[in-house]
């Protein structure tokens, strides 16, 4: 358990000059305040410690909570502390306050000054990564929030804090982040892996003593002074493993593994060679990380063998200097001095900042800056190479276009082909680590508005989508809108409101005009979804303003004779159908209508009346006319109706739980779900029918699942 000696203990033990009296003038403002917020931050900053992190911001760990919970004021932070430690509370607690699920138009400049507070100085994020550590680590804290939130926190961990922590190179932190959020997000999983490591520990432990009293004979004989161990299994990476090649934990290679330390470069190869030796090694889980650095620094060779006992076994080698990067990454290398700013953005490691910070000067929309985070920073990566040799870092899925773009925007926007490894390839064409690229251009920029739509496949980096909308925000006006116009006629057919025109939306929608609205679709600054979802919110609402004034018209008027015009009157399914009394209803099987679609009435034999949706082909067809009834859809509250869905995208693990996830976070019943797969193209179609109360909620579901990664098209279908 974490203490205050413990803590100033390390401190006193890494740190010249006075950082303890620095934290006991932490302790004398927060402990006396806020006793359970100081009690609780102790945790955070023990981590910090261990980290190696400096006085300052084990300082700022230990009154950060107390300051957000409003005990302790900022200015009385900044008069005792100092500005340096009120800096490092006030940009934490400014970060523990974006609520990434929920941004606005209002939040991007948040943003850019959080992301610029961290390039002035990465102690920020690293007290933020602690306090989320401690909170996942508590499990009786997390315990006391609803499921579902339990669930966000959880998942934004695994989307925004995980990633920074692996880009920031402290996979100390990653490893342990990524397997809390699994522990909450798939318990059931994470009970089966852990318990499948915990049944073979025993094997396991011998195999990797045979392994590393073989490794040292070999060295000592080879007079390479070497620290040998084994190496700690992590959860969440080998759950991505076996997703990733579907293989069950037994065929994961490293479920057993080994680490051996060196001092010198020379050393890792000839230790490698000895290794190989010994053992045959699987040629294709080899990768030599010191000769091709990950983007966050990280350098390693990694093998693995067929190993004592015929039993796989991975193998890392590295250097001391280079294990204390791997497990600490930018805290390894923090040197504090007295009178100095904290660490400035000053080597190549935080290159991916600096890209950041270039990339989103033009940024208006929240998502788009997300996007970039998710896409273009936080993604796993894939390693290519320029003609010249040099290596451009891309995220995995990424096009030619995307690495055009990254070499030069100006390239990106005369880019007409590609040749990778000496052949000519389509623009889609995924890139793998290793491959050679060159890109064939024209004369003058002709960039495809092709390009930005998600179903083709042209484009994964944030950045690129964002360089490509830029470039048609400087071109011709009329282009924006003509192609404004077919992205909104495709949108509202497919959502079935094609009976609105423009202008009726731009009226009814309230904008300055329909030419100004289809341009700003045009050039990307707001998308066809976003109006459509608007257009279906008004016309329930109008919907709803009617049915309240026929109910108030209906107390003051007299009871209608038979004789009177005929009433609508409330059927089973929740509609009004005109001339008729109380009558049995049922939705069609054939176009699933549900609330807020356009419906029509179809009088059948023997099953009353048959609600259809309006552009339903078996309707438009109809040869009895005469038995088509003009029906409205009521307002009973609480009545589902089941929609099929579809799912079109890439045939990768967990697309299937994503999509899922998203109905689930919806409140939406599921009744049946399947998936297929095509191995020929690689592509996956997930099919759901889900119990929904209305269009508007299909229309939103399907709005999420298509920004899910690897998703090319989410939408509507039937039987």
Not at 88 to 114: F, N, P, T, Y
Not at 447 to 460: A, E, H, I
Not at 675 to 697: F, I, P, W
């Amino acid at each position: 358990e974490s203490t205050f000696e413990s803590v100033r203990a390390v401190i006193a033990e890494n740190f010249d000059g006075d950082g303890g009296e620095l934290l006991s003038r932490a302790r004398g403002l927060a402990e006396p305040r806020d006793p359970p917020a100081f009690a609780a931050a102790l945790p955070a900053a023990q981590v910090l410690a261990d980290l190696r992190l400096d006085p300052p911001a084990v300082a700022a760990a230990c009154v950060v909570q107390a300051v957000e919970d409003g005990a302790l004021p900022l200015d009385e932070v900044r008069e005792v502390l100092g500005e340096e430690v009120a800096a490092l509370v006030d940009g934490v607690r400014r970060l523990a306050l974006i609520r990434w699920d929920r941004l606005d138009s209002g939040a991007v400049e948040s943003l850019r000054k959080m992301f610029l507070a961290i390039a002035a100085d990465v102690r920020v994020v690293l007290v933020a990564l602690a306090l989320r550590l401690r909170d996942l680590r508590d499990a009786q804290a997390l315990g006391d929030a609803p499921p579902a939130e339990r669930r966000r926190i959880a998942r934004e961990t695994l989307e925004i804090y995980a990633p920074l922590a692996n880009r920031l190179g402290i996979f100390s932190l990653k490893w342990e982040l990524e397997d809390l959020c699994l522990r909450e997000l798939e318990p059931e999983i994470y009970r089966q892996i852990s318990g499948g490591l915990a049944e073979t520990r025993e094997g396991r432990q011998r195999l990797i003593q045979e392994a590393i009293d073989a490794i040292g004979r070999r060295l000592a004989e080879a007079e390479i002074p070497a620290k040998i161990s084994g190496r700690p299994k992590h959860i969440y990476s080998i759950y991505r493993k076996m997703q990733r090649k579907r293989v069950g934990l037994d065929e994961i290679y490293d479920a057993s593994a080994v680490r051996v330390l060196v001092d010198r470069v020379q050393d890792c190869y000839a230790v490698l060679g000895l290794v190989h030796s010994l053992w045959t090694p699987i040629t294709s889980e080899f990768d030599d990380y010191i000769a091709k650095p990950k983007g966050n620094g990280y350098q390693s060779l990694h093998t693995a063998v067929i190993g004592p006992g015929g039993k796989a076994l991975e193998i890392q080698i590295r250097t001391h200097e280079m294990h204390q990067l791997g497990e600490y990454g930018v805290a390894a290398h923090w040197r504090y001095k007295e009178n100095r700013r904290a660490n400035r953005i000053a080597d190549e490691k935080f290159n991916w900042l600096r890209q950041l910070m270039e990339w989103q000067k033009d940024v208006t929309d929240p998502r788009d800056f997300v996007e970039s985070l998710k896409t273009d920073i936080f993604q796993d990566q894939v390693y290519v190479f320029t003609p010249q040799g040099d290596v451009i870092d891309l995220p995995v899925g990424a096009t030619p276009v995307d690495f055009a773009y990254r070499v030069h925007t100006s390239v990106g926007h005369r880019c007409r082909g590609a040749l990778v490894n000496g052949s000519i390839v389509p623009l889609d064409h995924k890139l793998q680590t290793g491959d050679r690229v060159e890109i064939l251009t024209h004369r003058k920029p002709q960039p495809s508005r092709d390009w930005l739509s998600p179903q083709s496949g042209y484009v994964q980096s944030g950045s690129t989508r964002q360089k490509i909308r830029q470039w048609f925000r400087q071109q011709g006006r009329d282009d924006a809108i003509v192609q404004g116009r077919d992205l909104l006629e495709r949108e509202l057919r497919r959502v079935g409101l094609d009976r609105w025109k423009p202008e009726e939306i731009a009226e009814l929608l309230e904008l300055r005009s329909a030419e100004d609205m289809l341009a700003s679709i045009g050039f990307g600054d707001t998308t066809s979804q976003t109006i459509a979802a608007k257009v279906l919110d008004m016309e329930r609402e109008q919907a709803r303003q009617q049915r309240a004034a026929e109910e108030e018209a209906a107390l003051i008027t007299p009871e209608p004779t038979k004789r009177s015009t005929p009433k609508r009157a409330k059927a089973a399914a929740g509609v009004s159908i005109a001339g008729i009394g109380d009558i049995l209803s049922q939705p069609a099987r054939c176009c699933t209508p549900v609330p807020g679609d356009p419906v029509i009435g179809y009088i059948s034999r023997g099953r009353g009346v048959v609600i259809h949706r309006s552009d339903c082909p078996n309707i438009v067809s109809s040869p009895e006319p005469e038995r088509l009834i003009e029906i409205d859809w009521g307002h009973e509250r609480g009545q589902t109706y089941p929609v099929t869905i579809a799912v079109l995208g890439a045939d990768r693990p967990g697309l299937m739980r994503d999509v899922l996830d998203v109905v689930s976070d919806y409140g939406v019943n599921l009744s049946q779900a399947s998936v297929s797969t095509n191995k020929k193209d690689r592509s996956a179609q997930v099919t759901a029918v889900l119990e929904v109360q209305n269009n508007d909620q299909v229309v939103r579901i399907l709005n999420k699942i298509e920004r899910i990664a690897d998703v090319v098209r989410a939408y509507r279908t039937t039987d």
